[in-house]
């Protein structure tokens, strides 16, 4: 039989057991910093001459390794007191969330000629004078305003001075963040931004590198948690087997 110590000592070894379950299966909370979502991608001048307007795009991608909710998130370009909010949902690691004017733009068959329709929001309203070919700024903010991610094109300088080259010289093309599709680059000024190849990719995006701030924002509690579990749990075997041949 156990002696009341022994007892004890087991009944603690298994509420940290369930601690650890508990631990597995509960993701930490993530709170947003500037650079977990970054924006990637700009389509302000669908075909040149913008009788396409509904096809203006801006592209969002969770770079944080973990899952983000946007609700009360808002994103706005130059115009005086207006934005957009975002809608309320859990954009996992890895994905894109396209804001596009008209949805029928980034479905099969439709202007970006896509393969399959991404995750998306259509706006009630737009903004009210479009995306700016040759002069705007877009700013992603959180739920408490504050500023997650920004770039500035053409003459505008408010994100970042100098800003990023006006590429919407009536080809098609979209301001792309450099590397788009492997690890996008992001040092917060204008050498993160090109002009995409030929008309923009508003639904294909998957980077495969790893970097360092998803390496950083993993969660290793779980398996803290698993390596002290074990050792307890190894100790707990070697009082039981004592008292045994005592």
Known sequence: ?????????LLLILSFMSFVVISL????????VAGDILIVEVGADPNGNDTLSGAEFIEIYNASGSSMDL????????????????????LDNGKI???VMDVAAITPGGFYN????????????WFPTQLDN?????ILRDSGSTIIDAVSYGTDTTAFSPAATDVFDNSGATLQRQTYNTNF??????????????????????????????FNTTNSAPLLAVVVAGG?????????TRRRTQ
């Open 232 to 240: 307890l749990l190894l100790g707990t075997a070697v009082f039981i």
């Open 185 to 214: 680059t992001d040092n917060d000024n204008a050498t993160d931004w090109i002009a995409s190849p030929g008309v923009g990719t508003p639904c294909d995006v998957s980077p495969t590198a790893v970097t360092l701030q998803s």
């Open 1 to 9: 039989m156990f002696t009341l110590r022994a007892k004890l000592f």
């Open 97 to 99: 969330l396209v804001i």
């Open 71 to 90: 609700t009360g998130w808002t994103i706005e370009d130059n115009t005086s007191s207006f934005s957009i909010p975002l809608p309320s949902l859990i």
């Open 114 to 125: 896509c393969t399959s329709t991404p995750l998306n929001y259509s706006p009630t309203t």
């Open 25 to 32: 299966s509960s993701p930490i909370a993530h709170a947003q």
């Open 134 to 138: 040759n002069n705007d700024r877009i």
